[in-house]
Structure formats: structure tokens, C-alpha cells
């Protein structure tokens, strides 16, 4: 069935013809004409707070409005938001799908944008990262591939949670996001070094909010 959004969170599906719908557009288009073309993404940060929800979930539309069949996965128990975002209940999630509670149709769910699918992160379990690590996600991104074209993860903090980590080392490429004028240097550093310790491939940096435009540079 398909859900109402909270607009506000989504300027490329309020807004398309602004800047910073635009600049989603051109980190699209970064990724998909790089080398990589990932098609599993996990997009993540250094600290809360820093805009990777708001990115991943314009990002996953300006791939949907392309005519790709696109899903959003909310990977973060401990403060999910996308079920906020697009106004949906959070009942029936991810953690039902890894301890096979739920099957992965009963618990994604449509949005009111073309293309575009989610799953929300379910109810918090008390030890999410042995779900992340069991074999469990592994075959749902293989059962997600042969339906979806491309698959975006939003993930907690690298140095908050090492679910992050666990995710990264099982998607084709990663985001970092970071907050102009908030992110410090060190975070971002450290960030990026958790994520070359595990081999993750780290696709690039993505700087929000410069200047308050909400622009967005990879």
C-alpha cells in the first residue's frame, strides 16, 4: 500500500526544480557514471545529528525519479527515522525480517513516490548487531537485488554504533555525510579510518547545509 511522506524532510520530491533538488541529482549522477556504480549504498556519519536521513532519503528519490526501482532500508534501532519521514508505522520492520518474524513482502511497504520502497527499521532488538552479523542480511540483499535496482541503507553513526561498520563491509560502496560548519576535522577522520580498517569502500564525502543552502558536494 502506499503512505503519505512528511514533506518537509524531502525537498527533492516537494521541490525538484530547486538547487538543492538539483544537487541531489548531480551526486546521482557522480555515482552512477563513476567507476563503482554501486547499487547497494549505505549512507552514514561521524556523530548524530549531521543530515545522513535527510540525504539518503533524497538521494534514494533522485534514483527513483531516474525510473529505478529503489528500496530504503532504516538500519538504526536506536533512533530510526524514516518511518517519521514518510509517515509510516514502524511495527513491522528490518529486525522482524532478520529473526524471520515477518517476510521481507509483509514488511515493506510503498510510498506515495514512483519507484521508491522502505523498510523500516522494526521494533528495537536488544542485540541488533548479532542480527547484522548473521547470514540473515546477507540473503536479504541478495533477495532485494532481484527485485530492486539499487538498495540504500541509513545507518547509525560509524563512531556511535559499529552496526554502521558491519553494514558498510557488506554494500558496494558508502556515503559520509557531514555537516558544514558542525562536523569537526578529527570525526571525519576517524570516521574514515573505521571505515578503511574494514575494507569498506568509501565512495566519497558528502558536505550538507554549507552556507544554510543545503547544498550538497561530493
Known amino acids: 500500500m502506499s503512505v503519505p511522506i512528511n514533506k518537509s524532510a524531502l ?4 521541490d525538484p526544480m530547486s538547487a538543492a533538488s538539483e544537487a541531489y541529482r548531480s551526486l546521482r549522477a557522480n555515482l552512477r ?18 543530515g545522513k536521513t535527510t540525504t539518503v532519503s533524497n538521494l534514494a528519490i533522485a534514483y ?5 526501482k529503489v528500496i530504503l532500508i532504516d538500519a538504526h534501532w536506536k533512533i530510526p527515522r ?5 509517515s509510516v508505522s514502524n511495527k513491522i520492520g528490518l529486525s522482524d525480517v532478520l529473526l524471520q518474524r515477518h517476510s521481507v513482502d509483509e514488511s515493506v511497504c510503498n510510498t ?9 527499521s522494526g521494533p528495537l532488538q536488544q542485540y541488533s548487531t ?11 540483499i541478495e533477495k ?5 535496482n539499487f538498495i540504500f541503507f541509513d545507518s547509525p553513526p560509524v563512531l556511535q554504533s559499529t552496526d554502521a561498520q558491519i553494514i558498510a563491509a557488506l554494500c558496494d560502496g558508502v556515503l559520509l555525510v557531514i555537516k558544514s560548519g558542525k562536523t569537526r576535522q578529527g570525526h571525519i ?30
Open 11 to 14: 525537498v527533492s520530491y516537494l
Open 33 to 50: 557514471f563513476g567507476a563503482e556504480d554501486p547499487s547497494t549504498i549505505l549512507v552514514t556519519s561521524s556523530l548524530h545529528g549531521e
Open 64 to 68: 527513483a525519479q531516474e525510473g529505478h
Open 82 to 86: 524514516l518511518h517519521q519521514v514518510f
Open 112 to 120: 506515495s513516490i514512483a519507484n521508491l520502497s522502505l523498510l523500516t
Open 130 to 140: 548479532q542480527l547484522i552479523c548473521s547470514d540473515q542480511v546477507i540473503s536479504l
Open 144 to 148: 532485494l537485488r532481484k527485485t530492486y
Open 189 to 218: 577522520a576517524q570516521a574514515i579510518n573505521r571505515l578503511e580498517q574494514i575494507k569498506a569502500p568509501v565512495l566519497g564525502v558528502v558536505l550538507n547545509d554549507k552556507k544554510r543552502s543545503r547544498a550538497i558536494s561530493l
